[in-house]
């Protein structure tokens, strides 16, 4: 990748100089559904490190999405606190959540999420022009990191004609253009053929290694094994387990160790 | 069909999809309501007289008959002459010269009154209704007529006395109750043995005979039963006969104004509402495609998917007619209650016709909408119908999204700018809708500030806000003593601007029948406020200005030379201005004093003076000032611009407006409610990727906002050309033509508020849907499917 992918550090609480600050902090955090139902999440502690490639592991309905949906503050937590570069997420207003998201966090979606009737260059925009960037600007962030992922070709196109490969290149694209520290990934490679998944996984390792953080949501073993420093295990709603796989290099120490 | 798998699936869709539940609810409730009250007011107005005369059973003749002359067995053997369907008779009639019990001053005295002897209120003929009060019932007792043509002389309250003057021992009558008589029989009404007592001693006497006519549709037709009813008595014996045709006339100048407009607005309501029920419904069951596909997954027939759709609409659609049929039966009941007072033809009440046609008609409508679509969802199988009830059709105004795209606007604006353009006919229909709203807009305010010109041109209350008159017991006309007192206090009077003598007298020309009203001024008058439609103001003596109903009936135009007569004698002048003036039901002349003078000297002596006053002196305050200057001798008049008809159609005019601008954003509403639906997913990801709630609001009013001030630009054209027809059409059964000023009412500023009115009705709509969008958790619309 030949763009500049680097993720933007300012005003993240100072973490550039500290990288080894934990960049995602969750306290004791329970989350309910249903006043009366089981929890999806159940007194959870978790702490991630900038630059960290965290994989969050579990069977289905194990709370890994809802995990996941908790540090991109798309819901809130029932109790608990969940701190990211320094922001205290649960306690901001939708407004705040939706800057947040903006500045700090690019998702990344099973099934893509892309807007149909856009472009792959205008859905690779929409955030940065929500952020307030000028389309001019927008789009010479957008063409690099379309080049960089290799579908400028596409940039024209409607994500309906592009492959699952593409699209996921597309949503990646997407989620990097604001310069995020943060990088979430849900299922990135579920919807994809193996082929495809390899290099959406490559992709992401590379983003990592560029200074990305990333947590990753995934079924798979081999995914977690290949692209991840430290797999977190989920059951019911509890983590199980908080492994380091890579034990060596400033990622490697398990930040995060239930309490 | 209760524990069936239908009436589950009925139940499960009603409670599922409780917004759009309610908003069919909604629109159907306000789209048969407003279509009862225009429909009934329009069938009402149309033909209101004629509703009222064959409830109140009005007599086609009255004939006044000297008893002297004709027998009672002679007079009931008329009854039973051929053509003859009811007759009732004799009843006694007197005319009487009535003074206000205790009341000193010019006002005292009362215009003569023709009283009839009743000793009840209904019968065969002229079923006279009560209005307040009760009937009379012994001798002192009066009910008095409500008709505006006796109320616009006698105005008297329930318990108020009259003095019958002239009359041994001036005997006193008690207003006990008060009535109408569609056929104005009679000014008032006292019991058979008191109208021997009312009767001068001078006054032969009279007896009323009221007839109904098998055959009574046409002036000859009228002419040819008096005729029969005169061939069976005596000759001589019957002395005077009014046609109801006269009535009806003079009835119909009062009505006519109100049916244009009326008409106007039901059809845009009608239009308005069909646009929108089919609009929602149909899109209603288009929206359940999925779960109609589930359905026959899991083994609904096509039948039972039929079944279970249009019941789904039918729950709402049923509860909501029945509602909306109450709402318009209370609200025309109201209208037409006030409606019934103005036009002074008795009770007015919404017709059966009405109140069955509409709510059938709307269910049928339903039915339609609901039929159509849930029977092409029947016919499809659940795999197609899973997928057509998915997002609009791949393809569908993604150049709309690239075109916008590049304005330089915020992304949320142009998003929701391009949105229209997936859903074609949603939007034309919406459009639709919107557009039929913002002319009932355009509409509704010109007719406002044409009828606020209307009233002020009517009364010159801008021109002349003080007028003074006599309070003399004896005569109205002022000597040359009081002339000078009056013109002194004017001097003296700060405020005083300008002022001009006036004296109302009554002419007669060829062509017309009875006495119209003539106005002469002493000194410069074109200030007076009298609004001219062409010619010009009076010059110079042998010059007048006539109203447009004078020109009208009298088959005269600008520049012609007519010869009035007043007072017996004639008074030729030359026609040099056409007026405004809807005094005289449409026909009046103005003159100068000169013309009077020279024509009838006797006549020319002020009985008014018309006063016009400096920039921010208050009418009111001047009036007192004067009043204390002059004393009780003198009466001054505040001019008013009050007019009950006018604020009664000003009062329609707002209701229909307000019910159809509300229609028109319901269906705004169910347009964003359904897109917001569709694309719940879409909002997750705008908002997973930063879009604010603020952003997202702004998103979904844009949704709509583009098609509302499309709308409104298309709307105020249309608006004023609607404006532009009705008008005329109402000063024309009012016998009155219009200043060119007074259809000129629509300026700059206020143009361009209209043409924003669609968008308003737009965003008004989404509102609701948009707080919605924003307050939805991004997690739960990315889970959405």
Same mark, same amino acid.
């Given at each position: 990748?030949?763009?500049?992918?680097?993720?933007?550090?300012?005003?993240?609480? &100072?973490?550039?100089?500290?990288?080894?600050?934990?960049?995602?902090?969750?306290?004791?955090?329970?989350?309910?559904?249903?006043?009366?139902?089981?929890?999806?999440?159940?007194?959870?502690?978790?702490?991630?490190?900038?630059?960290?490639?965290?994989?969050?592991?579990?069977?289905? &309905?194990?709370?890994?999405?809802?995990?996941?949906?908790?540090?991109?503050?798309?819901?809130?937590?029932?109790?608990?606190?969940?701190?990211?570069?320094?922001?205290?997420?649960?306690?901001?207003?939708?407004?705040?959540?939706?800057?947040?998201?903006?500045?700090?966090?690019?998702?990344?979606?099973?099934?893509?999420?892309?807007?149909?009737?856009?472009?792959?260059?205008?859905?690779?925009?929409?955030?940065?022009?929500?952020? &307030?960037?000028?389309?001019?600007?927008?789009?010479?962030?957008?063409?690099?990191?379309?080049?960089?992922?290799?579908?400028?070709?596409?940039?024209?196109?409607?994500?309906?004609?592009?492959?699952?490969?593409?699209?996921?290149?597309?949503?990646?694209?997407?989620?990097?253009?604001?310069?995020?520290?943060?990088?979430?990934?849900?299922?990135?490679?579920?919807?994809?053929?193996?082929?495809? &998944?390899? %290099?959406?996984?490559?992709?992401?390792?590379?983003?990592?290694?560029?200074?990305?953080?990333?947590?990753?949501?995934?079924?798979?073993?081999?995914?977690?094994?290949?692209?991840?420093?430290?797999?977190?295990?989920?059951?019911?709603?509890?983590?199980?387990?908080? %492994?380091?796989?890579?034990?060596?290099?400033?990622?490697?120490?398990?930040?995060?160790?239930?309490? | 069909m209760r524990g069936s798998p239908v009436g589950q699936a009925v139940r499960g869709g009603v409670a599922r999809r409780r917004v759009q539940t309610v908003v069919i609810g909604l629109v159907l409730l306000v789209s048969t309501?407003?279509?009862?009250?225009?429909?009934?007011?329009?069938?009402?107005?149309?033909?209101?007289?004629?509703?009222?005369?064959?409830?109140?059973?009005?007599?086609?003749?009255?004939?006044?008959?000297?008893?002297?002359?004709?027998?009672?067995?002679?007079?009931?053997?008329? *009854?039973?002459?051929?053509?003859?369907?009811?007759?009732?008779?004799?009843?006694?009639?007197?005319?009487?010269?009535? @003074?206000?019990?205790?009341?000193?001053?010019?006002?005292?005295?009362?215009?003569?009154?023709?009283?009839? =002897?009743?000793?009840?209120?209904? =019968?065969?003929?002229?079923?006279?209704?009560?209005?307040?009060?009760?009937?009379?019932?012994? !001798?002192?007792?009066?009910?008095?007529?409500?008709?505006?043509?006796?109320?616009?002389?006698?105005?008297?309250? +329930?318990?108020?006395?009259?003095?019958?003057?002239?009359?041994?021992?001036? !005997?006193?009558?008690?207003?006990?109750?008060?009535?109408?008589?569609?056929?104005?029989?009679?000014?008032?009404?006292?019991?058979?043995?008191?109208?021997?007592?009312?009767?001068?001693?001078?006054?032969?006497?009279?007896?009323?005979?009221?007839?109904?006519?098998?055959?009574?549709?046409?002036?000859?037709?009228?002419?040819?039963?008096?005729?029969?009813?005169?061939?069976?008595?005596?000759? *001589?014996?019957?002395?005077?006969?009014?046609?109801?045709?006269?009535?009806?006339? @003079?009835?119909?100048?009062?009505? =006519?104004?109100?049916?244009?407009?009326?008409?106007?607005?039901? #059809?845009?309501?009608?239009?308005?509402?069909?646009?929108i029920v089919a609009n929602v419904v149909s899109a209603a069951v288009v929206a359940g495609y999925r779960r109609i596909g589930i359905l026959k997954?899991i083994?609904f027939t096509?039948a039972q998917v039929v079944a279970a759709y249009t019941g789904q609409i039918a729950v709402p659609a049923v509860a909501g007619v029945l509602g909306g049929l109450? +709402?318009?039966?209370?609200?025309?009941?109201?209208?037409?209650?006030?409606?019934?007072?103005?036009?002074?033809?008795?009770?007015?009440?919404?017709?059966?016709? #009405?109140?069955?046609?509409?709510p059938?008609?709307m269910l049928?409508l339903v039915g339609v909408a609901a039929l159509l679509p849930a029977a092409?969802a029947g016919?499809?199988?659940?795999?197609?119908a899973?997928?057509?009830g998915?997002?609009?059709?791949?393809?569908?105004?993604?150049?709309?999204?690239?075109?916008?795209?590049?304005?330089? +606007?915020?992304?949320?604006?142009?998003?929701?700018?391009?949105?229209?353009?997936?859903?074609?006919?949603?939007?034309?229909?919406?459009?639709?809708?919107?557009?039929?709203?913002?002319?009932?807009?355009?509409?509704?305010?010109?007719?406002? /500030?044409?009828? /606020?010109?209307?009233?002020?041109?009517?009364?010159?209350?801008?021109?002349?806000?003080?007028?003074?008159?006599?309070?003399?017991?004896?005569?109205?006309?002022?000597?040359?003593?009081? @002339?000078?007192?009056?013109?002194?206090?004017?001097?003296?009077?700060?405020?005083?601007?300008?002022? #001009?003598?006036?004296?109302?007298?009554?002419?007669?020309?060829?062509?017309?029948?009875?006495?119209? !009203?003539?106005?002469?001024?002493?000194?410069?008058?074109?200030?007076?406020?009298?609004?001219?439609?062409?010619?010009?103001?009076?010059?110079?003596?042998?010059?007048?200005?006539?109203?447009?109903?004078?020109?009208?009936?009298?088959?005269?135009?600008?520049?012609?030379?007519?010869?009035?007569?007043?007072?017996?004698?004639?008074?030729?002048?030359?026609?040099?201005?056409?007026?405004?003036?809807? @005094?005289?039901?449409?026909?009046?002349?103005?003159?100068?004093?000169?013309?009077?003078?020279?024509?009838?000297?006797?006549?020319?002596?002020?009985?008014?003076?018309?006063?016009?006053?400096?920039? =921010?002196?208050?009418?009111?305050?001047?009036?007192?000032?004067?009043?204390?200057?002059?004393?009780?001798?003198?009466?001054?008049?505040?001019?008013?611009?009050?007019?009950?008809?006018?604020?009664?159609?000003?009062?329609?005019?707002?209701?229909?407006?307000?019910?159809?601008?509300?229609?028109?954003?319901l269906g705004?509403l169910n347009t964003v409610v359904l897109?917001t639906r569709e694309?719940v997913?879409?909002?997750? #990801?705008?908002?997973?990727?930063?879009?604010? !709630?603020?952003?997202?609001?702004?998103?979904?009013?844009?949704?709509?906002?583009?098609?509302?001030?499309?709308?409104?630009?298309?709307?105020?054209?249309?608006?004023?050309?609607?404006?532009?027809?009705?008008?005329?059409?109402?000063?024309?059964?009012?016998?009155?033509? +219009?200043?060119?000023?007074?259809?000129?009412?629509?300026?700059?500023?206020?143009?361009?508020?209209?043409?924003?009115?669609?968008?308003?009705?737009?965003?008004?709509?989404?509102?609701l849907p948009?707080?919605w969008?924003?307050?939805?958790?991004?997690?739960?619309?990315?889970?959405a499917e």
């Open positions: 990748m030949n763009a500049d992918i680097t993720p933007d550090w300012s005003g993240g609480g &100072g973490a550039a100089d500290q990288p080894a600050d934990p960049l995602i902090q969750l306290s004791d955090v329970t989350k309910r559904y249903e006043d009366d139902g089981q929890p999806a999440l159940q007194e959870v502690n978790l702490t991630v490190a900038q630059g960290e490639a965290v994989a969050i592991m579990g069977p289905s &309905g194990s709370g890994k999405s809802t995990l996941l949906n908790l540090i991109a503050g798309l819901d809130r937590p029932t109790t608990g606190t969940v701190t990211v570069a320094g922001q205290r997420i649960d306690r901001l207003s939708e407004t705040g959540l939706a800057r947040f998201r903006r500045q700090r966090i690019g998702m990344i979606f099973q099934f893509f999420n892309l807007l149909d009737d856009l472009t792959v260059a205008d859905n690779v925009l929409l955030p940065a022009q929500l952020a &307030g960037l000028s389309r001019r600007q927008a789009r010479v962030r957008a063409g690099e990191l379309l080049a960089a992922l290799g579908i400028e070709r596409h940039q024209d196109a409607y994500p309906g004609r592009l492959s699952g490969g593409e699209r996921q290149r597309v949503a990646i694209a997407r989620a990097l253009v604001n310069r995020p520290a943060l990088l979430l990934a849900d299922e990135p490679t579920g919807a994809l053929d193996t082929a495809n &998944g390899e %290099e959406i996984g490559t992709l992401l390792r590379d983003l990592n290694a560029s200074g990305h953080t990333l947590v990753l949501v995934t079924h798979n073993p081999d995914l977690a094994a290949h692209y991840a420093s430290r797999t977190v295990e989920i059951t019911d709603g509890r983590i199980l387990r908080n %492994e380091n796989r890579h034990a060596a290099g400033q990622h490697a120490a398990p930040a995060g160790v239930p309490r | 309501g407003a279509s009862v009250l225009a429909l009934a007011l329009v069938v009402d107005s149309s033909a209101p007289f004629d509703h009222s005369f064959t409830a109140q059973r009005g007599a086609h003749l009255a004939a006044v008959v000297d008893p002297a002359r004709a027998t009672p067995a002679e007079l009931a053997a008329t *009854g039973r002459r051929p053509g003859v369907t009811a007759a009732a008779g004799p009843f006694g009639e007197v005319t009487i010269a009535p @003074q206000i019990a205790h009341v000193a001053g010019a006002n005292g005295f009362l215009p003569p009154m023709t009283l009839a =002897g009743r000793a009840t209120a209904g =019968g065969p003929v002229d079923d006279i209704v009560l209005q307040s009060g009760h009937w009379a019932q012994r !001798p002192g007792q009066l009910v008095l007529a409500s008709n505006p043509s006796s109320n616009e002389q006698i105005g008297l309250p +329930l318990g108020a006395k009259i003095t019958v003057t002239g009359v041994p021992g001036r !005997p006193t009558l008690t207003v006990v109750g008060l009535a109408t008589s569609v056929t104005n029989s009679a000014d008032g009404w006292v019991v058979p043995g008191e109208v021997a007592r009312l009767r001068a001693p001078a006054e032969p006497a009279a007896v009323q005979m009221l007839y109904r006519f098998r055959s009574a549709g046409s002036a000859a037709a009228v002419r040819a039963d008096a005729a029969v009813v005169s061939a069976a008595l005596p000759a *001589g014996a019957v002395t005077a006969v009014q046609s109801y045709l006269a009535v009806k006339m @003079q009835e119909t100048s009062r009505i =006519g104004p109100f049916v244009p407009f009326l008409v106007a607005f039901g #059809v845009i309501g009608v239009i308005m509402s069909v646009l997954s083994g096509p109450a +709402l318009g039966l209370v609200l025309a009941t109201l209208l037409l209650k006030q409606a019934a007072n103005a036009y002074g033809v008795g009770a007015l009440g919404v017709p059966v016709s #009405v109140g069955v046609t509409v059938v008609a049928g092409r016919r499809l199988s659940a795999v197609q899973i997928a057509a998915r997002a609009p059709l791949a393809g569908h105004g993604y150049a709309a999204h690239r075109v916008l795209g590049r304005l330089r +606007l915020p992304r949320p604006v142009t998003i929701g700018l391009a949105a229209p353009f997936a859903r074609p006919a949603r939007t034309a229909v919406t459009l639709a809708a919107v557009l039929l709203g913002a002319v009932a807009v355009t509409f509704a305010v010109g007719l406002s /500030s044409s009828l /606020s010109r209307v009233v002020t041109g009517l009364s010159q209350a801008a021109a002349q806000p003080v007028q003074i008159g006599l309070s003399s017991q004896n005569t109205f006309i002022m000597d040359a003593a009081q @002339q000078r007192t009056v013109v002194a206090a004017l001097r003296a009077q700060p405020g005083t601007r300008r002022y #001009v003598a006036e004296t109302d007298q009554q002419f007669a020309v060829a062509g017309l029948t009875g006495q119209h !009203p003539l106005t002469a001024f002493r000194g410069a008058s074109a200030w007076t406020g009298y609004p001219l439609i062409s010619g010009h103001w009076y010059t110079g003596p042998g010059q007048a200005d006539v109203s447009t109903g004078f020109l009208t009936l009298t088959g005269k135009a600008v520049g012609d030379t007519v010869t009035l007569s007043v007072g017996t004698r004639p008074m030729p002048v030359r026609i040099v201005g056409e007026t405004f003036a809807g @005094q005289g039901r449409g026909v009046s002349v103005i003159t100068s004093w000169q013309t009077l003078d020279a024509a009838n000297p006797g006549l020319a002596q002020p009985d008014q003076y018309d006063v016009g006053l400096r920039a =921010g002196t208050s009418p009111a305050a001047y009036s007192q000032a004067l009043g204390r200057t002059l004393g009780s001798r003198y009466m001054i008049f505040g001019n008013s611009r009050n007019s009950p008809v006018v604020t009664l159609m000003l009062g329609l005019i707002g209701t229909l407006t307000l019910l159809l601008a509300v229609v028109a954003g705004v897109n694309r997913h879409d909002l997750g #990801v705008f908002k997973a990727v930063g879009m604010t !709630p603020r952003q997202t609001i702004a998103m979904v009013i844009c949704w709509v906002a583009g098609t509302g001030l499309v709308a409104g630009l298309i709307a105020v054209p249309l608006g004023i050309a609607l404006h532009h027809a009705v008008l005329p059409e109402m000063a024309s059964s009012a016998n009155l033509g +219009l200043p060119a000023s007074y259809l000129d009412v629509y300026h700059g500023a206020e143009l361009a508020g209209l043409a924003l009115a669609g968008m308003v009705i737009a965003v008004a709509g989404a509102l948009a707080g969008a924003a307050r939805i958790r991004t997690a739960t619309a990315l889970r």
